[in-house]
């Protein structure tokens, strides 16, 4: 199978070129490994070769030694690791010397120290429509940060085409795959989470019948707000299951290091009304393929469930804006208020222009979705902040376009960075 292009690749290069070592976190199987071995000139195992545990224990620096950039692949595996590349790097004082990927982050009690001036590092995430070539990219988030937007038309694409790409997922092992045997390997990838990964990275063991019930409830309310006591009830309620609160907030911070939970942060602008802003996250598993795989579902499912598939499509919206906004040197938020106004995605920059979104998986809401926006910009206080660069609606089967009132309505099949 041919290498796809990823678009993490010029923010790797650019850190290369910064500094000592870069750093590339993702979830397992995102493709992380095969990205680097593209501008990797030697590799280094740390999950597969069994000499690395004695060579830790006796003489680490034999491990650093090698063709640079040098890949140490699944670093986590022998966190000591990251020490030793932080001195080698003072000591070589050149750029460009390591790249470390890994699918965990490592326990709290393991003694990092910082890598600041050292390393650098690249999130990245499972692959979007604009690399596996379903979205033709013409509508940039780079535009959209700048108040402009393309001429063009599009047809757009079908709710069977959306359901279809939503259960197989954005998986590079999964590019040929039909749905019927993706859904197999993702349920399989969710069994392994349960029962293998969590007790893993967590250094004790987990229940897996608890670890399948919290991640079944993630899936029911993605892409919403809900706090651990509202876990907890669901939990309680749909799995016949009891978690405590405390077991949550662990369970939760072990699939965050293994960066299987996104939380996507509150927007906290300067507003006119005297609302309070929401500040909890919404929680998203990190592709929509694990939230179907954990509740178990099929097209069939999604299809009779419009509703929940609608919830489904934000999730992945927002999976494709965290992918565009990066390569944007921005970041992806949510804003809600006690006024009870909701925008589905707020991208910023670090310059602070940011542009708006509503997520719409048809058309019949896209009314709805403009008096929102519209809403949300007219509270932005002017005296503190600029508005908007732009307002938009991401649709799934509508098509693209620039409305009178200048909102855009973008389909995610015309959306890229």
């Given at each position: 199978?041919?290498?796809i292009k ?6 790797l290069?650019e850190k290369?070129?910064?500094?000592g070592?870069?750093l590339?976190?993702?979830p ?6 095969t990205?680097?071995?593209?501008f990797a ?6 999950d597969r ?11 680490p620096?034999i ?5 640079t ?9 022998q966190?000591?690791i990251w020490?030793?590349v ?5 000591d ?9 990927t890994?699918?965990?982050?490592p ?8 890598g600041a ?8 995430e ?15 988030i780079?535009?959209?940060l ?9 047809s ?7 359901i ?5 997922g ?15 390997t993702?349920?399989?990838y969710?069994?392994?989470?349960c029962?293998v990964?969590m007790?893993r990275?967590s250094?004790v ?17 993605t ?6 006591k ?8 749909s799995?016949?299951n009891?978690l405590s609160r405390?077991?949550?907030?662990e369970y ?7 960066m299987?939970?996104y939380?996507?942060?509150a927007?906290n602008?300067?507003i006119r009304?005297?609302?309070?802003l929401?500040?909890?996250?919404k ?6 393929s694990?939230a179907?795989?954990a509740l178990?579902?099929d097209?069939?499912?999604l299809?009779?469930?419009?509703k ?10 927002t999976h ?11 970041n992806?938020?949510?804003y ?5 106004l909701?925008v ?7 310059n602070?222009?940011?542009a708006a ?31 908007p660069?732009?307002l ?6 509508g098509?693209?376009?620039h409305?009178?009132?200048g909102?855009n ?9």
């Amino acid at each position: 199978m041919s290498y796809i292009k990823r678009i993490i690749e010029d923010d790797l290069l650019e850190k290369l070129s910064a500094s000592g070592a870069v750093l590339i976190k993702g979830p397992k199987s995102c493709g992380k490994t095969t990205t680097a071995n593209q501008f990797a000139k030697s590799v280094l195992e740390m999950d597969r070769d069994k000499q690395v545990p004695v060579i830790m224990a006796t003489n680490p620096q034999i491990l650093l030694v090698g063709d640079t950039p040098r890949l140490i692949d699944e670093w986590q595996e022998q966190p000591e690791i990251w020490n030793y590349v932080r001195h080698e790097v003072d000591d070589r004082k050149a750029k460009g010397q390591f790249i470390l990927t890994g699918s965990a982050n490592p326990n709290d009690d393991v003694k990092l120290h910082s890598g600041a001036g050292r390393f650098t590092i690249v999130q990245m995430e499972t692959m979007s429509w604009q690399e596996l070539g379903y979205s033709t990219g013409i509508v940039k988030i780079s535009d959209l940060l700048q108040g402009s937007f393309p001429n063009f038309y599009d047809s757009g694409i079908s709710l069977d085409f959306i359901i279809d790409k939503m259960l197989i997922g954005g998986w590079p092992t999964l590019l040929k795959a039909n749905t019927k045997n993706a859904l197999k390997t993702n349920r399989g990838y969710v069994d392994l989470l349960c029962e293998v990964d969590m007790s893993r990275v967590s250094g004790v063991k987990r229940d897996p019948l608890k670890v399948r019930s919290l991640l079944r409830s993630i899936a029911r309310n993605t892409a919403t707000l809900v706090d651990n006591k509202t876990l907890e009830q669901d939990v309680k309620t749909s799995e016949r299951n009891n978690l405590s609160r405390n077991t949550i907030t662990e369970y939760l911070d072990a699939l965050s290091r293994l960066m299987i939970l996104y939380e996507q942060p509150a927007f906290n602008p300067h507003i006119r009304s005297s609302a309070l802003l929401r500040k909890s996250p919404k929680k998203h598993l990190c592709d929509t393929s694990l939230a179907v795989a954990a509740l178990g579902l099929d097209k069939d499912s999604l299809i009779k469930d419009i509703k929940y598939t609608g919830f489904l499509f934000e999730s992945l919206a927002t999976h494709e804006l965290n992918v565009y906004a990066k390569a944007n040197d921005a970041n992806v938020f949510h804003y809600n208020d006690s006024y009870g106004l909701e925008v589905d995605a707020i991208v910023q920059k670090r310059n602070g222009n940011y542009a708006a979104f509503e997520i719409k998986l048809g058309v019949g809401y896209i009314d709805e979705a403009v008096e929102n926006l519209k809403k949300f910009e007219a509270n932005i206080d002017t005296a503190k902040m600029d508005l908007p660069k732009s307002l938009n609606i991401i649709t799934g089967t509508g098509m693209s376009y620039h409305r009178p009132d200048g909102i855009n309505v973008i389909s995610l099949a015309s959306l890229g960075k």
